[in-house]
């Protein structure tokens, strides 16, 4: 009899710690939709500026996924069936960009993509200047948010079971065309999702993107720009439709989780 108002004092105050946790996330994202989220959709019809932002970070965020579905896919199906020559040391380099500060992350860009360095150098002797221009926003989305897709697609991967392949090799496939036809339709939804996550952290990104290029302007970079010029007011409209816009992969996230199954519990 005793261990009952123990146990409920401490439901209570798990209770409690998970609301006050709750509302500490939900609470400042919940204020800035109320107080921006009108007038950023208006806004929408009248800032050319804000439209431009919008288009440069959906269609550098779109680029960076794309690349690193194609580049990064093979890579994790090395690491999901073991076949990854040092992978721990591969494992801890794509945890890398996850962990470091993002203003430290363009700044190891810059150094490796700028004038200075070699590659930089080379590429404007070619004419193509990287730094300040849209393909130096792609290159600092796809290097902090890439690690995400990678990791993501890899779990998705170790899930199909590997005796599928073994059956499709059996019949005359190669590996990787067992992997491309087996693999690969029935980790489908995992790698959806994880190219979703990527895309939605590539969106967001605003400290190695400010290092490398501030004009022309992503929309994180706009809101900080308005910001630091005309005070919360003007940057409130951006930064709320930049909330908005992070609501769209939320919900295709959300919806391919139900679709597979994966929030039911383990049986």
């Given at each position: 009899?005793?261990?009952?108002?123990?146990?409920?004092?401490?439901?209570?105050?798990?209770?409690?710690?998970?609301?006050?946790?709750?509302?500490?996330?939900?609470?400042p994202v919940s204020?800035?939709?109320?107080?921006?989220?009108?007038?950023?959709?208006?806004?929408?019809?009248?800032?050319?500026?804000?439209?431009?932002?919008?288009?440069?970070?959906?269609?550098?965020?779109?680029?960076?996924?794309?690349?690193?579905?194609?580049?990064?896919?093979?890579?994790?199906?090395?690491?999901?069936?073991?076949?990854?020559?040092?992978?721990?040391?591969?494992?801890?380099?794509?945890?890398?960009?996850?962990?470091?500060?993002?203003?430290?992350?363009?700044?190891?860009?810059?150094?490796?993509?700028?004038?200075?360095?070699?590659?930089?150098?080379?590429?404007?002797?070619?004419?193509?200047?990287?730094?300040?221009?849209?393909?130096?926003?792609?290159?600092?989305?796809?290097?902090?948010?890439?690690?995400?897709?990678?990791?993501?697609?890899?779990?998705?991967?170790?899930?199909?079971?590997?005796?599928?392949?073994?059956?499709?090799?059996?019949?005359?496939?190669?590996?990787?065309?067992?992997?491309?036809?087996?693999?690969?339709?029935?980790?489908?939804?995992?790698?959806?999702?994880?190219?979703?996550?990527?895309?939605?952290?590539?969106?967001?990104?605003?400290?190695?993107?400010?290092?490398?290029?501030?004009?022309?302007?992503?929309?994180?970079?706009?809101?900080?720009?308005?910001?630091?010029?005309?005070?919360?007011?003007?940057?409130?409209?951006?930064?709320?439709?930049?909330?908005?816009?992070a609501l769209v992969?939320?919900?295709?996230?959300?919806?391919?989780?139900?679709?597979?199954?994966?929030?039911?519990?383990?049986?």
């Amino acid at each position: 009899m005793s261990a009952r108002p123990s146990h409920r004092l401490a439901t209570a105050s798990v209770a409690l710690g998970s609301l006050l946790l709750l509302g500490l996330l939900v609470l400042p994202v919940s204020a800035l939709v109320m107080r921006g989220g009108a007038a950023g959709v208006r806004q929408l019809g009248t800032d050319p500026e804000l439209r431009a932002s919008l288009a440069l970070t959906a269609t550098t965020a779109t680029l960076a996924t794309l690349i690193t579905v194609v580049l990064g896919t093979p890579l994790a199906w090395l690491l999901a069936r073991g076949q990854m020559i040092g992978a721990p040391i591969v494992n801890a380099l794509l945890d890398l960009p996850l962990l470091i500060p993002h203003p430290v992350a363009g700044i190891a860009l810059l150094l490796a993509f700028g004038r200075a360095s070699p590659i930089g150098g080379a590429l404007e002797h070619a004419g193509v200047m990287l730094v300040g221009s849209p393909v130096a926003i792609g290159l600092a989305m796809l290097f902090v948010a890439a690690p995400l897709y990678v990791s993501a697609a890899r779990e998705a991967i170790a899930r199909v079971d590997v005796r599928y392949e073994a059956v499709a090799r059996t019949l005359g496939d190669s590996q990787w065309r067992a992997a491309w036809r087996v693999t690969r339709p029935l980790a489908s939804r995992g790698l959806l999702a994880a190219a979703v996550v990527m895309w939605a952290r590539a969106v967001s990104e605003f400290g190695a993107i400010v290092i490398l290029t501030y004009n022309p302007k992503v929309a994180s970079v706009l809101s900080y720009d308005r910001f630091n010029a005309y005070g919360l007011p003007a940057a409130l409209p951006v930064a709320a439709v930049l909330v908005l816009l992070a609501l769209v992969p939320l919900l295709v996230l959300r919806s391919l989780r139900v679709r597979s199954g994966l929030g039911e519990p383990a049986r």
